[in-house]
């Protein structure tokens, strides 16, 4: 469902130096195995607790979000770090992860106690691949009544506020603006830069 980003999200996307990041999390559950064997990682430099669960800091990577105007469901990739081959054995005893039901959310680090995700979205793996690297899992949005969406999109270089209007409220001298970070510092108006420079998952847009 369409939701309004929280009044946290708002202020931490606005004041680029608060320290605030914005969290993907990804619980996998694999088909056949118990509720206490579901995978649970953030993509981030040490664990965290969220909901009272661990989520262990463990490399992933999201592609791209594949739309093709047709209607059709959306499609993506999601390689998750197998160097240790600690996925490919869950995958060994997931039935090899087809079927597997990924939900990633996206929390703010400094608001863990709060339950509610800024995104969440719901997906059942259509195809799942194993190398010495990453275990690959093709990604088909099949939960679409259990999605979590902002009314926007979220976007890390690109501001759709109007330059100057209320939004933006620039009041630098220079004409027009490529809504980009560095044309908002260069009016010295990034804290009020409308997009979301905090997320590092190049091709992650909803």
Not at 134 to 163: E, H, I, M
Not at 170 to 183: F, M, P, V
């Amino acid at each position: 469902m369409a939701i309004k980003l929280s009044t946290l999200a708002k202020l931490a996307k606005n004041e680029l130096c608060s320290g605030t990041a914005f969290l993907i999390l990804l619980k996998i559950e694999l088909p056949g195995l118990e509720a206490e064997d579901n995978i649970h990682v953030v993509a981030n430099t040490e664990d965290i607790y969220w909901c009272d669960q661990l989520y262990q800091a463990f490399p992933f990577q999201i592609g791209t979000v594949k739309e093709d105007g047709s209607g059709s469901i959306p499609s993506v990739e999601l390689k998750v770090d197998n160097t240790t081959r600690d996925m490919e054995y869950w995958l060994n005893h997931g039935g090899g992860g087809v079927n597997a039901k990924v939900t990633l959310y996206v929390v703010l680090s400094t608001a863990l106690d709060n339950p509610v995700p800024e995104l969440q979205e719901v997906y059942s793996v259509t195809d799942a691949t194993a190398s010495e690297q990453w275990v690959t899992f093709s990604l088909g949005n099949s939960y679409p009544s259990q999605a979590r969406r902002p009314w926007d999109t979220y976007k890390k270089n690109n501001c759709a506020f109007r330059y100057k209007g209320p939004e933006c409220a620039c009041t630098s001298d220079l004409e027009g603006c490529n809504h980009t970070l560095a044309d908002c510092r260069a009016r010295g108006n990034s804290k009020r830069f409308g997009g979301f420079p905090g997320i590092d998952q190049g091709g992650l847009y909803v």
